[in-house]
């Protein structure tokens, strides 16, 4: 039985709870000898369907996370004696077959006792969906005779429905908070391990970068070199690039479609603007190979500069391209949201247009454009696809544009292609960039948060 069926028959029980508790509390409330509901008619049907579909996702989610693991069991309770004294890595295997052949995907000629555990697999799964549809409807049929009964005129429906709509809040906000520690333990555990074999001294101020794996233990240069300063010094020099570029661009588009375009020409432009936010970062990557790239070294060309065809400013000009909505969207909220009559009170001063944005508005929505600011250069720092297609693989110290460089994302994405496994300062490496640059977010964001409390403190 298909998944899909029991999550559309939770559904359905949860608006026919709805349209019930809703229907009674109607009923009750019109014969109420002229006393009236503590709650309206609908917060007792917000209080039914919650009760009901609460229970039932998580019910659904803690069926399917536990449900491989005892058809697993299952499937090696029916396989013969001789298979299970296999190891662990061939009864994986062959579990991943019984799994195959049960759902009609066979290589080769398997086991016969293969095809016997498959049908075992087959009716368990079956009986472990019906049983799951059996427990959803269980819950709901439960959860209307606990609280139909109760729908009276003094029964608080609005007050319970709130509350567990604050603790399903902040069920998910836990969820958010651990999903970051998550990530940041991960990278933490195992930039720790790649530190233990690299020196931070190294790491952090070293100037080449070469990591290698030893193919035997007498190799030359099978250590490697991991000084990372060179693609920092990138990631850096192509970063700046796209900012030069989304600054001004995304700043005055704010400005002029906050203080001075029509009502018209908004609502044709601005959308124009963030369509540029949903474009693929891979289709920006082939704009920047095939036509970014050759345009500036044909420029560079015909006036006698040479420029490498991976140079740092083809990615951090499409970049830039990219973010442009970042800032003109947020900038755009932040001028927008200062006060009317802060505008009109400068104007009144005898102070200018220009004057009025410039020593008025923008200090006043510093805060917003900050943010959209440390946004963007967020973006620009994490930035994968466009940097894999555009920049190069060869770490290169230089401040010039003009020269090949490489970036975090750019050999994270080297050092993880393939089966790779992280027993070798190599793996481990990758680790280390993307913790470093996890920080350097955080810092940034830091940075923005401490710019933001200074000037709302000084313009609330």
Not at 262 to 289: D, W
Request: charged fraction near 10%.
């Amino acid at each position: 039985m298909p998944l899909s069926l029991t999550l559309a028959t939770a559904v359905l029980l949860t608006i026919i709870g709805f349209s019930a508790a809703f229907m009674k509390a109607r009923t009750v409330g019109a014969t109420g000898d002229g006393r009236t509901l503590h709650s309206l008619p609908k917060y007792h049907g917000y209080l039914l369907a919650l009760t009901i579909l609460t229970p039932c996702v998580v019910v659904i989610l803690l069926w399917l996370a536990l449900e491989p693991v005892v058809l697993d069991r299952i499937i090696l309770a029916n396989l013969p004696e001789t298979l299970k004294e296999a190891s662990a890595g061939r009864l994986g295997l062959l579990i991943g077959q019984v799994r195959q052949v049960a759902a009609g995907v066979t290589f080769g000629e398997p086991d016969p006792a293969v095809f016997i555990a498959a049908e075992t697999f087959q009716t368990a799964a079956n009986v472990s969906r019906w049983l799951l549809l059996a427990v959803v409807v269980a819950i709901a049929l439960i959860a209307s005779g606990v609280v139909v009964p109760r729908i009276d005129l003094r029964f608080r429906a609005r007050n319970t429905a709130e509350r567990i709509i604050k603790y399903i809040l902040i069920f998910c906000a836990t969820i958010s908070i651990l999903v970051t520690l998550g990530i940041l333990f991960s990278l933490l555990f195992e930039g720790l391990r790649f530190f233990a074999v690299v020196s931070p001294l190294e790491f952090f101020f070293g100037i080449n970068w070469d990591p290698q794996i030893a193919i035997r233990p007498d190799q030359v240069g099978s250590t490697g070199a991991f000084g990372a300063v060179p693609i920092f010094a990138g990631t850096l020099i192509i970063a700046l690039t796209a900012m030069v570029v989304a600054l001004p661009v995304g700043l005055f588009s704010a400005i002029y479609m906050a203080e001075f375009a029509s009502q018209p020409m908004r609502t044709v432009v601005k959308p124009l603007i963030e369509v540029l936010a949903g474009i693929p970062t891979i289709v920006y990557g082939f704009f920047a190979v095939l036509v970014v790239s050759p345009a500036i070294r044909g420029f560079g060309s015909d006036i006698g500069i040479p420029v490498s065809p991976t140079a740092a400013i083809v990615p951090g000009l499409v970049m830039g391209v990219m973010i442009i909505p970042f800032i003109s969207s947020l900038a755009d909220d932040a001028i927008s949201a200062v006060p009317r009559a802060m505008r009109d009170g400068s104007l009144g001063l005898g102070a200018t247009r220009g004057e009025t944005i410039t020593k008025v508005i923008l200090p006043s929505a510093l805060p917003g454009i900050v943010g959209g600011v440390l946004l963007a250069t967020s973006r620009a720092i994490g930035e994968t696809m466009i940097v894999v297609m555009a920049a190069g693989l060869t770490a290169n110290l230089t401040a010039n544009p003009l020269e090949g460089v490489t970036t975090v994302t750019v050999q994270i994405v080297a050092l993880l292609t393939g089966d790779t496994s992280f027993d070798s300062p190599k793996t481990l490496a990758a680790f280390g960039l993307g913790l470093t640059l996890f920080l350097m977010t955080l810092m940034l964001n830091l940075v923005a948060i401490q710019i933001v409390r200074k000037y709302r403190e000084q313009y609330d």
